[in-house]
């Protein structure tokens, strides 16, 4: 079943008429509505009469989410305040996360965006859906939640953690679909295998798993031990959240709505178009948004795109699953994690050094998230108690900053590795696993 088949299988003539109207009619919105846009476009000498059909599209400037740390919180606003219905925000690089406003019609936007996710994944208005994404400023689990509302069906807003009543409400209520990160899913199939319900009890067939990468290898154990059909979605904060794209019955690539969401490939280094096809950076320009419109905006992750029509006879561009960014943020339990916003608190406190290191694993099914801090030479202590309250501290403003308890292992003075070029922080060893 296709949501909207006028959309989703336009010709990619009209896509292209389509996306340059709208692209022109979202350049004057940002041209006259929001003041550092308009400077960005006058310094690049473009205005919105040089845009003609989505071709102009390279004339434009990039966004960058430096961008939307310089203008926090409401810099990039092209609504008035009082047209912004809704804050979503996502961690930034350091300390301030990025924040996005939506309009009522972002929302709706969104909703139809969702709605024809679920209806790739053949759900619908007969169906329960338990929502497992976190709810809150994160937007995994109120867009999911709308998604569902939107194709009628059933909405279980369970957001994440409480495993064990997660488990309960999927087995007593016959949920159908669970969206949630494709880690959190292989956690909950772990402790369904261990739990009082047999496997066989569940009505359980379908998984919108997004919000971090996971690979085939992944996608194969989870569906071998829920029994189910996994399907990618996938989506940014300053994009719009999940249902930017997403897989249909033939998982051959990720379908992106593009009539909303214009994506671009480019070589990173140097900002220039790939060639069709050719792997690069993942760039947005977001067609219909009001509230925070952002224009060529350079998401860090990469991938190519795949401009062939699809056998479900959707036309919407795919893009290959995400092969990793060219940044160096983290997705730890599905949480953006910037090594340099451990550095911001470390090096805030007097009784560290600023030296330090990260390492992720994956354990059972679960991220692991440990980082090794160096102790100053005057509060390197034998004490014990002293030693753990240090450690309870770290870990405190840490999470403060982050969002997520890391494990701390304090170090004494002059243990770590120093570098003499680039410091390696990170070790991420679950790259190597389930593929
Ligand atoms: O993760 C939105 C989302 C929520 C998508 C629920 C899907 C499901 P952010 O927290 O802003 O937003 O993180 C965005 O996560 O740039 C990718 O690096 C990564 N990501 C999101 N979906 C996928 C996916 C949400 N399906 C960042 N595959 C993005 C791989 C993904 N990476």
Redesign the pocket.
């Known amino acids: 079943m296709i949501w909207n088949e006028t959309v989703e299988c336009m010709s990619r003539e009209e896509m292209r008429k389509l996306q340059g109207i709208r692209l022109k009619r979202v350049v004057e919105r940002v041209y006259h509505n929001c003041e550092p846009y308009r400077k960005r476009m006058q310094e690049a000498g473009v205005s919105p009469d040089d845009i003609r059909s989505i071709d102009d599209i390279v004339k434009l400037p990039f966004t960058s989410k430096q961008d939307l740390r310089d203008y926090y919180p409401f810099g990039l606003l092209s609504s008035p305040m009082s047209e912004i219905v809704r804050v979503h925000a996502?961690?930034g690089t350091t300390g301030k996360p990025i924040i996005v406003g939506l309009t009522r019609n972002d929302l709706a936007v969104w909703k139809e965006a969702g709605a024809r996710c679920l209806t790739a994944y053949g759900l619908g208005k007969n169906d329960i859906v338990q929502v497992s994404?976190g709810y809150g400023l994160?937007?995994?689990g109120l867009?999911?939640h709308a998604a569902v509302e939107n194709i009628g069906g059933t909405v279980i807003p369970m957001s994440s953690g409480n495993t064990q009543k997660q488990i309960m409400m999927m087995h007593d209520l016959g949920v159908k679909a669970l969206?949630a990160?494709p880690s959190y899913a292989l956690y909950l199939a772990e402790a369904i295998a261990n739990s009082e319900y047999p496997r066989e009890e569940f009505q359980l067939k379908v998984g919108?798993?997004?919000?971090?990468?996971?690979t085939e290898g992944m996608r194969r154990d989870i569906e071998g031990k829920l029994g189910i059909k996994a399907y990618?979605?996938?989506?940014?904060?300053?994009v719009m959240?999940?249902g930017?794209?997403f897989e249909c019955e033939c998982q051959n690539g990720?379908h992106l709505n593009e009539d909303h969401f214009f994506p671009e490939v480019i070589n990173s280094e140097t900002g220039e178009p790939v060639a069709p096809g050719e792997q690069g950076e993942l760039v947005f320009s977001t067609l219909t948004k009001e509230g925070m419109p952002l224009l060529r905006f350079r998401?860090?992750?990469l991938t190519h795109l795949i401009y062939e029509k699809c056998e479900c006879g959707r036309t919407l561009v795919r893009m290959d699953?995400?092969l990793g960014?060219c940044d160096d943020?983290l997705?730890i339990r599905?949480v953006?994690v910037y090594p340099s916003q451990i550095e911001s608190v470390i090096c805030t406190m007097e009784e560290v050094e600023p030296h330090f290191f990260i390492t992720v694993d994956r354990v059972n099914n679960i991220d692991t998230f440990e980082i090794q801090v160096e102790v100053k030479e005057g509060y390197y202590s034998d004490e014990m108690g002293k030693m753990i309250a240090l450690k309870k501290k770290v870990a405190h403003e840490i999470q403060c900053v982050v969002g997520l308890q890391p494990d701390i292992k304090l170090v004494e003075p002059r243990f770590l590795q120093r570098s003499e070029g680039k410091a390696k922080r990170v070790l991420d060893k679950r790259v190597f696993k389930n593929d």
């Open positions: 996502s961690s994404y994160f937007t995994g867009g999911a969206a990160t919108i798993f997004g919000a971090e990468p996971w990618d979605i996938y989506g940014l904060t300053e959240g999940p930017v794209g990720t998401t860090r992750d699953k995400i960014r943020m997705i599905g953006n």
